[in-house]
């Protein structure tokens, strides 16, 4: 299974976001790595198909990333979420699982099973709007596995995480990208480290660098920094 | 259809495709392999598109590095049948009509008169409407019969 | 050469040798127990049903409130006000539709299989026909109240109503992560107008205006299709303003 992007450009208010990006994605974790307003999150819409790219194109094995089959297989953690006022966190994930369309027998499971991986089995029936910042994020990740999704990307994930729980992130994601497509963006690098296979790095929505995380070496800062520093 | 039917119609369209019967069933295997990991429908007709669709670009992807697709004239494995030399001049005939027609035009014919696939997922995998899945076929049946008769004429 | 016979020879040329491994495959499939891994799916109608159940009981609540209340008032011999009273009911449907933008879940449910769109879709779809169906009730409830003809009370009833939808879907189309003040704001405006209204126009209720009404009724429809159209289509990101 491959996610391929070919010459994908968006433009909006006129800034252009994305500049002619192509790349491969493939079974794995990749980095995408950017300072912020480098254009990230625009690139990860137009991967989830809630933005049409201008110019180029996106499929994943023939099929387009507007399509309901592409939905169903993939996860997605945007940057800020909400959740509806009453919800618990068991009920937010109920409910998400009914809008990804799965059943209740399976729901329940799923939920279940998603609640102890991400460590909230303390705090499910509480209200959301109790949870820390930590907390929801790990309600955000939960929601991204319910559908067992073959493509997980995910818009700074680490965000409002303590150590612990960034550790307990790494290792979930390990776990995860041995057998599916996983995309990270951050701008803190020490957190694909560990956890990265390949790297790309964006700069005014260009990508200016792509290839395996071994290339960067050692020290993964520095080389981001250089990468940053080259380009024009 | 139960999923092991699926699997022979499927390894069908894959050795119609490309012809080798290992490789044909390698890509069966991994198109449902495709398949089972992602969501099952229960509806019968977009099981049906799916597999195809899987098994479309496992061939493309296949015939990414070849230049070209397998010819349909080289088909060795004619099968006798009661009035053996007609109908060798028959299918020989049929199979050079079939070499001059488009991979799709081909591709249309042996789903729907092979495989037996439903108007409705055809129009789903060529994103076209039914009346115009009728259509089509009409044409190709048109343009074979026309081919055939074409070599008939010329005592081919 | 005719057709059944071409189909034969089809058939024969395309016929493939038996597979041999599969057996074998699906027995290891069975053994890891892939076949009924993953999650079923639900069908469009299952989808609509939990929606409904994930509606505000607040919506209800307030419908049936505004509606028995049109009922009481109309009973109540008030003259040509409780018509103005209908576009009230139209704020249920604006702001539960927009719910997923008011709590940020928009992005969440667009990525879902059963995108945002379908999401809203049923939101407004199922408050709608509730409401409009128990709008209709009520008309024809009331009809014997007034010395107009149903037809009319239908119309005196439906246009308030219909416009009240109209500029909120417009309003909410333009304004998507507003908390839905401005929908009802727009309602209640509506509602105003419509009980100024008589006061401008003395005659607005009488028999001869009535085909006026009928075809505001009209161009309201029309409008309203093509404003939710396009409620539907621009989903694109500078609309949300995220």
């Known amino acids: 299974m491959e996610l391929i992007a070919d010459r994908i ?57 507007g399509t309901e089959e592409y939905r169903d297989i993939l996860g997605y953690l945007p940057q800020n979420f909400g959740y509806y006022p009453e919800f618990s966190g068991k009920d937010f994930l109920l409910y998400m699982s009914a809008v990804k369309g799965i059943t209740g027998k399976d729901a329940a499971r799923k939920t279940k099973e998603l609640i102890e991986l991400v460590g909230l089995a303390e705090v499910a029936g509480k209200k959301v709007r109790t949870y820390s910042g930590g907390m929801r994020q790990r309600l955000g990740i939960a929601q991204a596995l319910l559908n067992d999704p073959q493509i997980l990307i995910m818009d700074e994930p680490t965000a409002g995480l303590d150590p612990q729980e960034r550790i307990r992130f790494r290792e979930l994601i390990a776990d995860i990208g041995e057998k599916k497509i996983v995309l990270l963006s951050t701008h803190i690098v020490s957190d694909l480290e560990h956890i990265a296979d390949r790297l790309m790095i964006m700069k005014d929505g260009q990508l200016i660098w792509q290839g395996s995380r071994s290339a960067g070496g050692e020290d993964l800062e520095a080389f981001y920094i250089s990468k940053i520093g080259e380009k024009r | 259809m139960n999923l092991e039917e699926q699997y022979d119609r499927i390894y069908k369209y894959l050795y119609f495709r490309i012809h080798d019967r290992h490789t044909a069933e390698d890509l069966t295997q991994e198109t449902f392999l495709r398949f089972l990991g992602s969501r099952t429908y229960r509806d019968e007709n977009r099981q049906m598109q799916y597999l195809y669709t899987i098994a479309r670009n496992l061939c493309s992807q296949y015939y990414r590095d070849k230049t070209i697709e397998y010819r349909f004239d080289e088909t060795l494995d004619i099968t006798l049948s009661e009035d053996f030399e007609q109908s060798v001049v028959e299918r020989i005939s049929l199979m050079n009509a079939l070499q001059e027609l488009s991979q799709e035009e081909r591709e249309m014919l042996f789903l729907r008169y092979v495989n037996d696939v439903p108007i409705p997922v055809m129009s789903r995998l060529y994103h076209i409407s039914r009346f115009a899945v009728y259509r089509k076929l009409k044409k190709i049946l048109k343009k074979v019969m026309s081919e055939m008769e074409k070599e008939g004429d010329h005592g081919s | ?40 799916s639900i069908s469009h109608g299952e989808f609509i049903l939990r929606q409904f159940l994930y509606i505000g009981k607040w919506v209800w609540l307030s419908s049936a409130v505004l509606l028995l209340f049109i009922t009481w008032i109309c009973y109540g011999n008030n003259g040509n006000y409780p018509f103005a009273l209908t576009p009230l009911l139209a704020a249920g449907i604006l702001v539960e539709t927009e719910r997923s933008f008011r709590w940020k879940m928009a992005e969440l449910e667009y990525t879902a299989r059963f995108s945002l769109r379908s999401v809203m879709l049923a939101r407004m779809f199922l408050v709608g026909a509730v409401e409009t169906a128990g709008l209709l009730v009520v008309i024809w ?84 299709g093509s404003s939710v159209r396009r409620w539907f289509l621009e989903m694109e990101e500078p609309a949300w303003s995220l």
């Open chain 3, 141 to 224: 409830a009331v009809q014997p109240r007034f010395s107009y003809s149903f037809g009319r009370v239908f119309l005196y009833m439906m246009v308030p109503y219909l416009s009240a939808s109209l500029f909120g879907s417009v309003y909410e189309r333009k304004h998507r992560t507003d908390n839905g003040w401005g929908s009802i704001v727009i309602c209640l405006l509506s509602s105003a107008f419509f009980a100024a209204a008589p006061y401008c126009m003395s005659s607005l209720y009488e028999e001869q205006f009535a085909v006026v009404w009928l075809a505001v009724f009209v161009l309201l429809i029309i409008s309203l």
């Open chain 3, 1 to 40: 050469m005719d057709h059944d016979r071409l189909m034969k020879d089809l058939r024969e040329i395309c016929r493939a040798p038996e597979p041999e491994r599969k057996e074998i495959f699906f027995q290891g499939l069975a053994e890891r127990g892939v076949t009924s891994g993953r999650p079923t």
């Open chain 1, 9 to 65: 450009t968006k433009q909006y208010k006129n800034k252009i976001a994305v500049d002619r990006m192509s790349f491969t994605l493939a079974k794995g974790v990749t980095g995408l790595l950017g300072a912020n307003g480098a254009g990230k999150t625009t690139l990860m819409r137009l991967l989830c198909g809630i933005l049409v790219p201008d110019s180029g194109t996106i499929s994943c094995d023939g099929m387009s990333v």
